[in-house]
């Protein structure tokens, strides 16, 4: 016999079962009408799915000892096997089987509504995942594309420019070096004047300058003109 190797989508602790009364017309369904303040059953809710089955299972099972209290086979959602509630996010109708075949309803719901969230996203995800991988089995793949080169298969390459890159005699042209530090001018740029640097900055330029009277000049002594003798006749 072979082993079912089953995988764990997710595993809430507490969950609340409700007996619910039969639907007798096609409205939808209300948590109200349900006894919430008194559940009929408390205990652990698993979602399992199985290697080469696209559906996935609800076990609801005792929080303590693992019992079995009851499951269901979920192939699709939303679907029959699980509806939401028109009046609650938090609550939901399941539908469970035994091993016989025999199925009823019941009512399932959560106390947090982050919970009902996992629950509900958990479902979504995983019959999401069935319809790719499906997807994927149809579609033929992709060719792989081969870059590598066939026997006798050859390739050209223009080395034109690159002999004109070069001088004679296969060598690189030399590039002329600027004289003295400066670089030529620009082609075209004959007739832009040549502007000169700007002064060296003086050493008081920004600053005060101390004021330095005049250097004072000294009179020149008197000197009484010389007495000239007067010639004799």
Sequence with gaps: MDEVYEHILLVK?????????????????????W??????WTGRLRII????DDSCYLKLEDGTSGELFAKSKVASYPGIAVESVSDSSRYFVVRIEDDNGRSAFI???????????????TLQDHFK???????QAVEPPAPKLDLGFRQG???TIDIGKLQKDKGEGGTPKKIQRPVGGRLP???GSSSIPFIAPPPPRSPHRGRPVPFQPPPQQRAAPFQPPSQ???APF
Aim: proline share 11%; glycine share 4%; net charge positive.
């Design 107 to 121: 009512g399932m719901g959560f106390n947090d509504r982050a919970d009902s969230f996992d629950f509900n996203v």
């Design 153 to 155: 298969e050859t390739i």
């Design 13 to 33: 602790p507490e969950v609340n079962v409700f007996r619910i009364p039969p639907r007798q017309t096609n409205r939808a369904v209300r948590a109200a009408d």
């Design 129 to 135: 995942w069935v319809r790719q991988s499906q997807q």
């Design 228 to 230: 000239q003798k007067a």
């Design 49 to 52: 799915s199985r290697k080469g």
């Design 185 to 187: 001018p620009p082609p």
């Design 35 to 40: 006894k919430l303040d008194a559940p009929d």
